[in-house]
């Protein structure tokens, strides 16, 4: 995976650059939104990580040029405006998902392979394997090892996302956003005891565990 | 904002029907002085005529005697005018006997003291004059209203023409400006509508009168357009300091967590790593509590809420209740959602997503292991969460939510869950307060009037 920066503060993309090269993803670091415009166009790029507050144009505007001209790699916006009224508003700008610095480097790299693999997996398909766990899309009905699954409505998008991103850490934000369609983070933990319910309907009677907890960073479907 | 339609309810309207009404009131006044000048005029004429006829005829009877004034009666009463009043003679001498003319003395009327009358003779009015001559003998001299009976008909009715078309075209007149009026008002007013909606651009597009703007319309459409100009740059420039100091206050804060972060890359001994989360975790808690205190501000000043759109309430808490239904039992809380199906709201979905989800995470978080715990959303709408734990001091109550104010518990948030509460209620319209639930405490959002009208 090859990603675009476009970030003027030297720091942060200094930082950006060493989280990903550590995971392998290659960047390549532009300071204005007019340069990373001008490399947009590059096939080699996969995902465009793009900062709001930039001199010149804005990182808002520079989506949104971006748009027009038919561009539709997939967009991370990673900005210091962090209510939730600037998710919003991004996210109606243009941008594929929007992650507030500070951040976590985990939730950073789990967001830019979760928008990667939407451009690379077949998103709808009307089944999803996960080792011994299937589901139904269309019936929207999920069994393990051929043993129906007693899910809720959200219970049953929260696995679909789960397997969507298989193998890959989920954060508690991108289930806040993707499941519950949240853009604030309530101060209670409820997305972790909903894991932890799901959880058990998936691995009860079962002798592997298949839902990973990632300590302080999010959640991992791994291979059962 | 509601639309005037063309009704009574427009001022214009009420102002174009009042024209009409003076108008018409003028006219009836007029035509009704014109009328009574008219018959006193004309009466006076007769009357003239009338003592001029009785002096013509007592020098007859000086000078010719009963003889020559039966004659000469009897010559003016067979002569009969083609235009004028009719004339009246009647001629009776000492023994009142009638002896000549074609009325009698009325009965009533002094002729000693040359009394004027009015009567009904036949189908007709007559003013009359009755006199004593020389002799004893009685003239009766009169003339018929008629005609001035006439020529008041005749008056009325080209007053009443005058009339019709006078207040018709008053009333044509008035309703046209009326028209005008009203649509120079309502872009007015429509420009309001648009600039609460957040169109900043919005100015009033309208007429400004025709001479640059020197009616009051004009003048004030000026006025508006000033202040949506001086309202645009307010705005524009709230928006901007407080992205400005998010950014600048956030900026030197991801240094540092970035530095942070780099330390602990480096650092292998397990005490540092903890202190150097711990600080990580107190960024986070500055960023956090000043985005909080960000969106409260700007909620608190963005007056009522610009989006009209209608969403189901009803759905939006039944997914937040099973949402916290897994923390519940987490927390072994009795938790209970009574939701009536399809009940709506205009406004914010998000933003009343997140006023219910604090309500259920205050109650959550002072609720103790075991207490009950209830979301109520009915028609209204009535949204209430009541739990049956610690309840809230009466001390405490009035000022729950204010920003920093919480009971003295949990170490968790920053206390500004209720005061967003109240602000995102009071921009939907909607009132926040807290009641007793002996025990525990009830927290009621429902439309300001709810208590008076009894609205569930």
């Not at chain 1, 989506?63 to 508003?89: N, Q, W």
């Not at chain 1, 700008?93 to 985990?106: I, M, Q, R, T, W």
């Not at chain 1, 929207?140 to 969507?164: D, I, Q």
């Not at chain 2, 309001?192 to 900043?200: K, M, S, Y």
């Amino acid at each position: 995976m090859q990603i675009l920066l476009i970030e003027d503060d030297a720091l942060t993309a200094d930082a950006v650059t060493a989280i990903l090269a550590a995971e392998g993803i290659a960047v390549e670091w532009a300071v204005t939104a007019e340069i990373g415009l001008a490399r947009t166009g590059d096939t080699a790029i996969d995902v465009i990580v793009v900062d709001w507050m930039l001199p010149g144009m804005s990182g808002i505007d520079a989506v949104a040029r971006l748009r027009r001209a038919g561009i539709e790699k997939p967009v991370l916006m990673l900005s210091a405006l962090g209510r939730a009224e600037h998710r919003v508003e991004g996210l109606d700008g243009g941008v594929d998902d929007y992650l507030a610095k500070p951040f976590e480097p985990a939730e950073l790299v789990a967001r830019l392979r979760a928008l990667y693999r939407r451009t690379t997996v077949q998103a709808r398909q009307p089944v999803l394997i996960h080792g011994d766990i299937e589901l139904h899309v269309h019936a929207r009905t999920a069994l393990r090892a051929g043993k129906h699954l007693g899910l809720s409505p959200k219970e049953f998008e929260l696995l679909k996302y789960l397997m969507e991103n298989a193998g890959e850490i989920v954060t508690r934000e991108m289930l806040l956003r993707n499941v519950w369609k949240l853009n604030f983070d309530p101060q209670t933990n409820i997305i972790d005891v909903n894991l932890v319910r799901l959880r058990r309907k998936l691995e009860d009677g079962f002798a592997c565990c298949c839902l990973e907890t990632v300590r302080g960073s999010g959640y991992r479907l791994t291979a059962p | 904002m509601p639309t005037h339609r063309f009704t009574f309810a427009s001022i214009a309207v009420r102002q174009a029907l009042l024209s009409t009404l003076v108008t018409l009131a003028a006219m009836v006044f007029l035509a009704t002085a014109a009328s009574f000048a008219i018959e006193r005029s004309m009466r006076a004429d007769l009357q003239r005529m009338i003592d001029a006829d009785i002096d013509g005829l007592a020098e007859i009877m000086v000078d010719g005697g009963p003889a020559e004034l039966v004659r000469r009666a009897i010559d003016r009463t067979a002569w009969r005018p083609s235009a004028g009043a009719r004339a009246y003679y009647g001629i009776a001498d000492a023994n009142a006997v009638r002896r000549a003319g074609n009325i009698g003395v009325p009965r009533g009327v002094d002729a000693g003291r040359s009394q004027v009358a009015e009567i009904s003779l036949g189908d007709d009015r007559v003013l009359l004059r009755a006199t004593r001559l020389r002799g004893g003998w009685t003239l009766v001299v009169g003339r018929s209203l008629r005609g001035i009976e006439a020529l008041q008909h005749r008056l009325r009715v080209d007053f009443l023409g005058v009339a019709v078309v006078a207040v018709v075209a008053t009333l044509i007149a008035g309703l046209a400006v009326a028209a005008r009026l009203r649509a120079r008002v309502e872009a007015l007013s429509q420009t309001f509508t648009r600039f609460e909606r957040g169109d900043l651009a919005a100015r009033s597009s309208i007429d400004r009168g025709g001479t640059a703007g020197i009616d009051e319309l004009g003048q004030l459409a000026r006025h508006v357009d000033e202040h949506f100009d001086w309202t645009q740059a307010l705005l524009i420039a709230q928006r901007e300091i407080s992205d400005n100091i998010a950014h600048e206050l956030r900026t030197p804060l991801v240094h540092l967590d970035t530095r942070l972060l780099g330390a602990l890359g480096h650092n292998h001994d397990d005490i540092v790593a903890a202190e150097l989360h711990l600080a990580r975790s107190n960024i986070r808690s500055i960023v956090s509590l000043f985005d909080a205190l960000l969106d409260l501000t700007l909620a608190e000043t963005g007056g009522p809420t610009t989006d009209t759109s209608s969403f189901d309430l009803s759905e939006i808490a039944a997914d937040l209740a099973e949402l916290y239904t897994a923390s519940a039992e987490e927390a072994a809380l009795d938790f209970k959602a009574r939701i009536t199906p399809g009940v709506t709201q205009r406004g914010e979905a998000m933003a009343m997503t997140r006023l219910i989800a604090n309500l259920l995470d205050n109650a959550f978080k002072y609720a103790p292991a075991g207490s009950k715990v209830q979301l109520i959303v009915v028609a209204g709408p009535r949204i209430i969460v009541e739990d049956n734990g610690p309840g809230i001091a009466a001390a405490d109550a009035e000022h729950i939510f204010l920003r920093f104010r919480r009971a003295a518990a949990p170490d968790t948030g920053h206390g500004l869950g209720l005061a967003l509460v109240k602000i995102i209620a009071a921009r939907h319209g909607l009132s926040a307060r807290v009641e007793d639930a002996g025990p525990g405490a009830r927290f009621i959002i429902e439309r300001h009037d709810a208590g008076t009208k009894g609205s569930s």
